[in-house]
């Protein structure tokens, strides 16, 4: 009967444990750079917030290509607080722009797009003509 008590007691404790999830919430999962001029800076942030019951730890952030860097904060988030994913974007390359930044954590949901959109005009153009 103590066995079976214990065990019952153990089966608990680690649904009990598993209960809590960390849960990330962005305040826009799209960055929009608008028309912006070749060589300005591409350096945007995606704020969010741990709204789960559980320290949020980010493992990675991927971009679809090289000219968008993102930079994951460092350690682990606790439940309430808020942080931000760095996006660099390399304005010297002239065009439209649309990308994908995924974000793997331990969240309820393990993995995240986000999209950054916008374009780079050319020296040529003028940021005005576009308006």
């Known amino acids: 009967m103590k066995k079976l008590a214990l065990m019952a007691l153990v089966a608990f ?14 305040k826009e999962d799209t960055v929009d750079y608008g028309t912006i ?3 300005s800076d591409g350096v945007r942030v995606f704020e969010f917030t741990n709204t789960g019951d559980a320290p949020l730890i980010i493992s ?3 971009s679809s290509c090289g000219c968008t860097v993102p930079k994951k904060p460092n350690g682990p988030i ?3 607080a ?7 974007y390399d304005t010297n390359r002239v065009g439209p722009i649309r990308k994908t930044v995924t974000v793997y954590s331990n969240a309820s949901e393990p993995m995240l ?3 950054i959109k916008g374009e ?3 020296d040529s153009a003028s940021v005005l003509e576009k308006s």
């Open 37 to 39: 001029a070749k060589g």
């Open 113 to 115: 797009a986000l999209k």
């Open 78 to 80: 606790a439940p309430g």
């Open 120 to 122: 780079v005009m050319g």
């Open 60 to 62: 990675d952030v991927k």
């Open 13 to 26: 404790i680690g649904f009990a444990a598993q209960a809590q999830q960390a849960k990330i919430s962005f």
């Open 82 to 88: 808020s942080s931000t994913i760095e996006v660099k």
